[in-house]
């Protein structure tokens, strides 16, 4: 991120955030703010090679990292980890950067976040693009992680959430900070259906951890930089904080934040691009369709990368490029 400079903001919940920005750029409707809100485990540095492609681009960009990771706080209190009120922190950034047209732009965790900000402050975004996950649409029915996970293995052959058991057990920080080394295999070993033996098996990513199983890693992963930035992070402040998303739906924080979005505002009006990858065997394609039926997301681009989970990783010009093409198509020739 050196290209950036790095700021930091304390919001209205007097939170500190840490994020990046362009040193020149424009917030405009013909060429919006870009707001990059990364996922689960990572920090502002995932978009690095995503952003590195598009920095010649007029549009102002703007990076943070997410309450509970790299420069930002870290609060032990899992019902600061909201949707609603992280998206009000995420508004305080785009206000202090003075940011008034932006695209919202979310890969897997920050996909959701990236959803419910739109759905809060829609008045505030041009667009939305969304990496591996699909639009969540809010329920109003409490999250029972058995129940999601009997449905998903009776729709798709396997209970899609079960890593979610280990991630929410509260001996999982301990063994995972513990286990490091062994984490970063768990997220990007290049074995088939590694993903899915991992983490739609119950009890199988506990069980890596604990023992001496060795995998290749995917290229990626292989290169200097990923690998240390993710050492450096946790080594230093552990991995509780990364698994609060998880416990805030679990606990059903996240489904009363939910009730807080009056039915009439759940359609996403704007711009979408809907970035599908492959080979990733959690977030599936198939779950954008209830959002398609329902008529929550007209104006929907999809496309097709042939990626896993962690795409501005693996396929970081690919996505690029399709980010290039929305940016471009959709706005600046307004």
């Known amino acids: 991120m050196e290209s950036l400079q790095s700021k930091t903001v304390v919001t209205r919940r007097s939170l500190q955030y840490r994020y990046f920005v362009s040193h020149s750029g424009e917030s405009t409707k013909q060429h919006p703010a870009l707001f990059f809100i990364h996922g689960f485990p990572d920090s502002a540095h995932l978009w690095v090679e995503v952003i590195a492609k598009l920095c010649d681009l007029p549009n102002q960009l703007i990076i943070p990292d997410c309450l509970g990771y790299g420069g930002t706080d870290k609060p032990k209190d899992t019902t600061l980890y909201a949707y609603k009120d992280q998206a009000a922190d995420l508004v305080d950034i785009l206000e202090n950067e003075n940011a ?4 919202i732009i979310g890969h897997d965790w920050g996909s959701a976040l990236s959803q419910r900000t739109y759905l809060h402050y829609h008045e505030l975004f041009s667009g939305v693009v969304l990496l591996n996950t699909a639009y969540m649409v809010p329920s109003d029915q409490p999250f029972e992680l058995a129940a999601v996970n009997e449905l998903s293995e009776k729709a798709w052959g396997y209970p899609q959430f079960s890593y ?3 991630f929410t057990a509260d001996d999982a920080p301990e063994i995972i900070d513990r286990n490091l080394e062994r984490m970063w295999q768990v997220l990007h070993g290049d074995m088939e259906d590694w993903m899915k033996k991992l983490f739609c098996v119950p009890g199988a990513m506990r069980k890596f951890l604990l023992g001496n199983e060795e995998v290749p890693l995917k290229a990626y992963a ?7 930035e993710f050492m450096q992070q946790f080594k230093t402040d552990g991995f509780a904080s990364a698994l609060q998303m998880y416990k805030a739906t ?7 934040s939910d009730l807080t979005i009056p039915r009439k505002r759940l359609v996403i009006k704007v711009p979408t691009l809907f970035i599908i990858c492959t080979k ?3 977030c599936l394609p198939q779950m954008m369709v209830p959002a398609k039926e329902n008529g929550l997301v007209p104006d929907l681009k999809e496309v097709v990368i042939e990626s896993a989970h962690w795409s501005p990783m693996e396929k970081p010009a690919e996505i690029a490029a399709h980010i290039r093409d929305f940016v471009i198509s959709r706005f600046s020739s307004q």
């Open 100 to 103: 008034k047209f932006t695209i």
């Open 164 to 166: 979610w058991e280990f």
């Open 222 to 228: 292989s290169r200097s930089g990923w690998k240390e």
């Open 250 to 256: 679990a606990l059903n924080i996240q489904s009363k």
């Open 280 to 282: 990733d065997t959690v």
